[in-house]
């Protein structure tokens, strides 16, 4: 753990002010046995809209943080919890029923569920902050002395509300955004030392960017590909690969110049490999001038994996580490975020939290706080040596964030900084496998009613007793997309595993009826054995 003042005590702005008040109940917040709170969640997905739209079924991601109803299990708390449109009941019946030694109706009668009633496309800070009315309702529920906010991510918006309100945000300042995007993450791992793939600066044109791409294969004349990724892009969906190998005549070793180099990259645009489905070159340039862009080098490898480790940094200034995870990637280059497994292998999983504490000091420095997390793509160089270079650094809850508190608040366990592992309070390790794209067409048309049927027949449940099981997520996707989210918890890697297998056996057995094709399942992607190789 590493302490940072992260404040002089002579704050002026009022959303900082307001956040300073999150040091004097931070004991609460923290999730102690006698806390007191009242905790209110607005899951608003503040993102550029135009690349939220990239991801299937993003309407109902405002479900990822319906973790948070486990804060219930203390008798004291008290929650709110916001969204666009009215979340299924049955949905919420199933978190509550997850809560250990808590009556049912003790946890509902301590939530409050509120809706905008507004499916527009719009961010929900927004949808609340035009309603007059719901935010005088919010603000009267809330005993704002013993309140604080939590968000997906922050923008002017969150901070308009957390003002409007007179709730403390838990979430860094909007204005600290910047750090948390592609070539903000690339300024802090230069600072902290962190090693990084070489690559550019910010450029706003598809000219820059041709520039920007050959100084790049001017200083690494031996790259094979490069990696465009829009500075705001989400979830490796805003990524595209370009291959230099078609135009290997222009490589500064031989006899082209840098302007027929720059000009053969450019007339490769139009060709480049997008990670999104249907993504455009005339779309991407154009988002290029809105958004930025950068230029990297691809990391390759026979055997690569892409680590990351996840931290906060508290109101008192304290950073710590709280998880490390091997994510699971698909698409076209294996860029785009599935899932992840826990915890990451044990070869590099305490180097993994060494480089996160050295990113979190730096964020701390200029005045972070709450959750970080930092992307790796680690290349084994044989002899049990595995090269990191750090991708991006996430200013906000990610793939990652909900599987491990569903962990940490059903088991009320701890991690272990000594082992990268955690512990429930039986002192049994645990280990999961989550995702947020088990996805099938065959799923489509299956109600939030029917998915509680098949968990019960077939007892898929997380059971409480034993701490092993599934705990479901974004259960509204499945209808319309066939899209569903999951965490398996198994005490041992291969119980982990079959857990997850058994789900997806079942439910394909429950949907054999239908007559349609199949998309690839969560197991068929970059890693068909999750486990595989790896050590505990």
Sequence with gaps: M??????????????????????????????????????LVVPSLSIDQRELRKVEGYEHYEERLLFSLIRLWNPRNRLIYVTSVPLHPSIIDYYLQLLPGIPFSHARNRLLLLSTYDSSLKPLSQKILERPRLLNRIRQALRLDKSFMICYNTTSLESE?????????????????????????????????VPHPDGSQRVWSAEDLAQAAAELWERQPTLKRMVVKLNEGISGEGNALLDLRPIAEFAPDGNSSHAQRVAAISDCFPKLRFQAKQETWENFSERITELGAIVEAFVEGEIKRSPSVQGRITPLGEVEILSTHDQILGGPDGQIYLGCRFPAD??????????????????????????????FIAVDRGNGEWDFQAIEINLRKGGTTHPFMTLKLLTNGRYDLSTGLFYSQQGRPKYYIATDNLHKERYQGLLPNDLMDIIAQHR???????????????????????????????????????????????????????????FPSFSEYTFPTIWDGFSC
């Design 2 to 39: 590493q302490i940072v003042n992260i404040s002089d005590g002579k704050e002026t702005d009022p959303f900082r002010l307001l956040q300073s008040t999150l040091r004097d109940r931070w004991q609460n917040i923290e999730g102690s046995t006698n806390s007191d709170v009242d905790i």
């Design 161 to 193: 509300l957390s003002l409007k309100l007179g709730v403390p945000l838990y979430a860094a300042d909007p204005k600290l955004q910047i750090w948390g995007t592609k070539s903000g993450s690339r300024e802090i791992f230069a600072e902290s030392g």
């Design 346 to 375: 044990k070869a590099y999983r305490i180097q993994l939290q060494q480089l996160g504490l050295k990113v979190g000091r730096k964020l701390a420095e200029k005045g972070a706080l709450e959750r970080f997390g930092v992307d």
């Design 460 to 518: 898929l449940h997380f059971d409480t007793g034993t701490e092993t099981g599934t705990v479901f997520h974004l259960m509204g996707c499945l209808s319309q997309f066939g899209k569903l989210g999951l965490t398996s918890i198994g005490d041992s890697p291969q119980q982990a595993e079959e857990i997850y297998n058994k789900v997806v056996k079942v439910l394909d057995e429950e949907t054999s009826g239908n007559n349609s094709s199949n």
